[in-house]
C-alpha cells in the first residue's frame, strides 16, 4: 500500500509560481510512474503531467505544456510539479497518483492517490 501526501498549495497571482511536491511511503516509489491531476470545481478531475519511474520520461497535458515541469528524486520517495506563469483557470485541487503502467494519462491507471492540495490563481 502506498501512502502519497501532497504539499505546496496555495493562493497566487496570475503570472506567478508555485512548486507541488508529493511525498510517498509504504512501497518501493521507483518501481511507480508518478502523476498530477487536478479537479476544478463542477469540473471533471483532468490530467496535468506524468513522469515514468525512471524520471526518464515525462508527458504533459497541452494546456500546461511549457509552463509546468514534473520531476523526481527517487532517494526521496517524492515527485514535484514546478508551475509557473500560472493562470486563473489552473485553480483547482491537484493531486498527485501513483500507477505501475507506463505512460499513463487516464485516471484509472492509478493506483494510489493523495488527499490533494489546493492551488488558487487570482487574477
Known amino acids: 500500500q502506498v501512502q502519497l501526501v501532497e504539499s505546496g498549495g496555495g493562493l497566487v497571482q496570475a503570472g506567478g509560481s508555485l512548486r507541488l511536491s508529493c511525498a510517498a511511503s509504504?512501497?518501493?516509489?521507483?518501481?511507480?510512474?508518478m502523476g498530477w491531476f487536478r479537479q476544478a470545481p463542477r469540473k471533471e478531475r483532468e490530467f496535468v503531467a506524468s513522469?515514468?519511474?525512471?524520471?526518464?520520461?515525462?508527458d504533459f497535458a497541452d494546456s500546461v505544456k511549457g509552463r509546468f515541469t514534473i520531476s523526481r528524486d527517487n532517494a526521496k520517495n517524492t515527485v514535484y510539479l514546478q508551475m509557473n506563469s500560472l493562470r486563473p483557470e489552473d485553480t483547482a485541487v491537484y493531486y498527485c497518483?501513483?500507477?505501475?503502467?507506463?505512460?499513463?494519462?487516464?485516471?484509472?491507471?492509478?493506483?494510489?492517490w493523495g488527499q490533494g492540495t489546493q492551488v488558487t490563481v487570482s487574477s
Open positions: 513522469i515514468s519511474p525512471t524520471g526518464g520520461s515525462t
Open positions: 497518483a501513483a500507477a505501475r503502467s507506463w505512460p499513463s494519462r487516464v485516471g484509472v491507471q492509478y493506483d494510489y
Open positions: 509504504g512501497g518501493t516509489f521507483s518501481r511507480y510512474a
